[in-house]
């Protein structure tokens, strides 16, 4: 497995290794290191990852036009590629584009969903609409995702404009690691959130890539 650091993760994404498979994953930087721990445990040495920078979740009128770039860049090479992205705040341009593209995207409208499996996401999201969740990255990387992009380092006033109407943090954990559960009970003090743990472990993401790896090769 490569040496994985979540801060060029977030700026950089993460590059192709050489070829090794017949399947290339074009996916969020901040799903690497679930994607080649799922690789890692089942085997799956056909499906290749590349990785866009996680901060395009900060700006996801970028991620369509890198998608759309990255499979322009190595369809040539590979005999399936599956985007690992759900729709991310882009309204459905990306859904459409990989339509226009022949490739297949991880269903759901964002990675908090597929994690806890979109189903259940689905059906409790109604009562959940004042939670504000964070995964494993995001709790890793929760001074680059929400306290400076929101201003909170410089001016922590706007705390309570930004999570007022919030009234509690979900950490979604990806992994059983009691020094990201601190952190995650950490962030939601900084918010002023009551706080909950959820091991959701990969949730659809384990069963989206086992369904691509799983496929005859074309």
């Not at 801060?7 to 799903?31: D, F, N």
């Not at 590629?81 to 459905?92: E, P, Q, S, W």
């Not at 922590?156 to 020094?179: I, S």
Request: hydrophobic share 40%; charged share 25%.
């Amino acid at each position: 497995m490569p040496e994985l650091n979540d801060t060029k993760l977030t700026e950089r994404g993460l590059p192709l290794a050489q070829r090794s498979g017949k399947v290339l994953l074009i996916a969020c930087g901040a799903l690497a290191r679930e994607i080649l721990d799922l690789k890692a445990a089942n085997g799956w040495s056909h499906l290749d990852l590349t990785c866009l920078p996680a901060k395009y979740h900060l700006y996801p009128d970028k991620i369509t036009q890198a998608v759309r770039d990255a499979v322009a860049k190595h369809r040539g090479a590979y005999d399936q590629i599956f985007i690992v992205y759900a729709d991310c705040g882009t309204g459905g341009l990306l859904q459409a584009a990989c339509d226009e593209l022949g490739v297949e995207m991880i269903a759901g409208p964002h990675c908090y969903s597929f994690f806890e499996g979109n189903d259940r996401f689905a059906a409790q999201s109604e009562t959940e609409f004042t939670t504000f969740y964070l995964t494993d990255f995001l709790v890793r990387q929760f001074d680059a995702f929400v306290v400076k992009p929101m201003g909170l380092d410089r001016h922590p006033e706007l705390r309570d404009m930004y999570f007022g109407n919030y009234e509690k943090l979900v950490y979604q954990a990806q992994t059983d690691d009691p020094a990201l559960t601190e952190k995650a009970k950490t962030c939601a003090e900084f918010l002023g959130l009551e706080f909950e743990r959820r091991f959701t472990g990969y949730g659809d993401l384990a069963t989206a890539l086992g369904g691509v790896a799983d496929r005859p090769a074309r």
